[in-house]
């Protein structure tokens, strides 16, 4: 059972609507009790870094995620700014994140020969992995996923970074440590990609 937790930020209802599509079970969770039940858990995110990490804490849920997935070590997949609040902080405001990752996130900023590249980045972009990792699996060479973001993690470990894509410059689009990830982008708005990428993490043990 993958369990997406609702804390009130996210596309819950598009990422039950493919988990369902695929045949995964899927339940959502917004207190301690129904998050005891998950063996998989997705951390969903969209907005500004700080109002999420608020809303996250007016849960009362930290201390119990950081048990399941700190702890138990069960396989939580975080999403776009999901994936950000994993981070120790953001320069887009000034709360703490999480901190399972030792990495912040920073507003993209580029060089005069690409100030033309717009923020956010949207739209669609390709996935460069940087080693083999099971969530992988079967993937085409030339697979893509949709992209809305201003801000990107920056890791300080570098082997924290498990794929990376281009915009304006190479920056981490899926950052993972044991039973954690992270993705940039929205596999929940990608298509026949996004479907593979949870079939593969469902796969996770």
Known sequence: MITIL?????????????????GIKASVASDAEMLQDANKLILPGVG??????????????IPTLNEL????????????????????KST?????????????????SFSLEKAHLK??????????PR??????????????????HSYHVICHDESLSLAETEYGYSFSSIIQKENIIGAQFHPEKSHKF???????FAELI
């Open 6 to 22: 609702d804390y009130g930020v996210g596309n819950l209802g598009s990422i039950v609507n493919m988990l369902k599509k695929i």
């Open 69 to 88: 997935v700190l702890e138990k070590k069960i396989p939580t997949l975080g999403l776009c700014m999901g994936m950000q609040m994993m981070t120790k």
């Open 48 to 61: 500004a870094f700080d109002a999420g990490m608020r809303k996250l804490r007016e849960t009362g849920l």
């Open 119 to 128: 923020i956010p980045h949207m739209g669609w972009n390709t996935i460069s």
């Open 131 to 148: 080693r083999e990792h099971l969530l992988f699996t079967d993937f085409e060479d030339d697979v893509r996923f949709y992209f809305v």
């Open 92 to 108: 887009e405001g000034i709360e703490d994140g999480l901190g399972w990752f030792d990495a912040e996130t920073i507003r993209f």
């Open 194 to 200: 996004g479907m593979k990428l949870f079939e593969n």
